[in-house]
T-cell receptor
Framework: DAMVIQNPRYQVTQFGKPVTLSCSQT?????MYWYQQKSSQAPKLLFH???????NEADTPDNFQSRRPNTSFCFLDIRSPGLGDAAMYLC????????????FGSGTRLTVV | GQQVMQIPQYQHVQEGEDFTTYCNSS?????IQWYKQRPGGHPVFLIQ?????EVKKQKRLTFQFGEAKKNSSLHITATQTTDVGTYFC?????????FGQGTRLTINP
């Protein structure tokens, strides 16, 4: 089945230790998104790629970066995780940027110790 | 981005009762999407509304888009325990989806 896969499902990292979260898709969608969702809050968009075109949200901390080496894969790099970065990180894809529903992965829950 | 206010924030109902969540914007929306997120799960796309006054149904769920395209609602008839979760409206602005605060629905069986 075509889907969006996030690994790992749970990630524990140390304060200040770089961590990378991964997302892959078999939908062949052009757009990939990274959202951060904290407990009892709505998902908050961090950035997205339209093909290779990177779009960063104005309030996304510099601590967060992303890579999309090909259509299928997208990575979220957190350079120096702080306690406030503990959250669920959701990857989503869509066919284009307008008029299509998003398909979300199951998310990676990040704990910072 | 296009911001929306979603109400109520929480709703607790008895199984079998109806449920409605509202999404309001101060600006005209080009379209709006609705998502459901089960506890511990990820958002799942339900529907997209595009036309002024549009009404769409999915079994017990009825989605409406206001005539002025500034508000939308989701109504669930005769709730079941499987309806538990948080329902988000999400207008689609320039190249991105911005989620409303969500309405968390809990159901007493």
């Amino acid at each position: 089945d075509a889907m969006v896969i996030q690994n790992p499902r749970y990630q524990v990292t140390q304060f200040g230790k770089p961590v990378t979260l991964s997302c892959s898709q078999t939908l062949n969608h052009n757009v990939m998104y990274w959202y951060q969702q904290k407990s009892s809050q709505a998902p908050k968009l961090l950035f997205h790629y339209y093909d290779k075109d990177f779009n960063n949200e104005a309030d996304t901390p510099d601590n967060f970066q992303s890579r999309r080496p090909n259509t299928s894969f997208c990575f979220l790099d957190i350079r120096s995780p702080g306690l406030g970065d503990a959250a669920m990180y959701l990857c989503a894809t869509s066919r284009a940027t307008g008029g299509f529903g998003y398909t979300f992965g199951s998310g990676t829950r990040l704990t910072v110790v | 981005g296009q911001q929306v206010m979603q109400i109520p924030q929480y709703q607790h109902v008895q199984e079998g009762e109806d449920f409605t969540t509202y999404c309001n914007s101060s600006t005209t929306l080009s379209n709006i999407q609705w998502y459901k997120q089960r506890p511990g799960g990820h958002p799942v796309f339900l529907i997209q509304l595009v036309k002024s006054g549009e009404v769409k149904k999915q079994k017990r769920l009825t989605f409406q888009f206001g005539e002025a395209k500034k508000n939308s609602s989701l109504h669930i008839t005769a709730t079941q325990t499987t309806d538990v979760g948080t329902y988000f409206c999400a207008p689609q602005g320039a190249q991105k989806l911005v989620f409303g605060q969500g309405t968390r629905l809990t159901i007493n069986p």
